[in-house]
């Protein structure tokens, strides 16, 4: 009897603990539910609302991984809805290239360009670049020259020849609209990143061998607004200019000193180092063709 005694002892003993314990469980998880940081839990992906200015209702769109999702919530401005967009549920994550090439009177001189016009050094590493842009990324032209400043090629897709045969057209004469040039350059990739609700990459590349009117052109004010407002990546490759020049701005906008053909289009080449696919190796035995 004693043992049996003993025995029912040591059970009732083990049940206590495990209540105790069981109970324990309970109101730390219950404390810690009531004071966790929202913020810190794991959420299903979330969901982002485009609406409209006019207050005609939302768009929901699922958000997923980086290149699917929004850079900011608040650019570009969704002035009205874009049907083709939200009909077609999270829109592509496409990558755009606006280039914009200085066609200028400079653009004659043969300063550090191998004995040749500047312009066609120019006109050959951008005929290059063209073949390593991923094929499914949209990619847009506008040239200022003897013709002003204008768009040559709208964003798109299957233009590369298109690309190629403006470039073949411009006429170097006049001077170096540097801020409306990057203007009419961050126009175009907003109104393209309307079409794709924000999401994908947007860069602005621009050749330039000269330095803009001071008094009507300093590009200052354009930068500050595309750097503040938008996702939009700058990339400006200063050709025989060196380091000094307004566009050169660490850590704001990406700056290549091109001083040789071979720089030039190595700063070409960095523009697309991001790119999906791209091999930097194919890019540089390019550059070795005539």
Known sequence: MAVNNTRKGKSRGRI????????????????????????????????????????????????????????????????????????????????????????SGSMHRVDCSGGKPKIEVAVAALSRFVQSVPAQANLGLAVFDDAGLSERVPLGIGNRDAFRKALQKVEVHGGTPLKSAIELGYGKLTTQARQQLGYGDYHLVLVTDGY??????????????????????????????????????PGRVYYTAADSPEQLNEGLGNVLAEAPAFDVSDFQDQTAKP
């Open 16 to 103: 206590g603990w495990a209540l105790f314990a069981l109970v324990a469980y309970l109101l730390v998880k219950h404390f810690r539910g009531e004071h966790e940081d929202p913020k810190s839990k794991t959420e299903p992906a979330s969901i982002i609302e485009v609406s409209d200015d006019d207050g005609a209702g939302s768009d929901t769109l699922p958000s997923g991984i980086y290149a699917q999702t929004a850079t900011r919530d608040d650019w570009p401005p969704m002035r009205a809805r874009n049907a083709d967009a939200a009909a077609s549920g999270v829109p592509a994550a496409t990558a755009n290239y606006y280039v914009v090439l200085d066609g």
């Open 212 to 249: 803009p009117d001071p008094a009507s052109e300093d590009p200052a004010d354009a930068v500050n607004t595309l750097l503040s407002h938008s996702p939009v990546v700058l990339h400006t490759i200063g050709f025989c200019i060196g380091e000094e020049h307004v566009l050169n701005q």
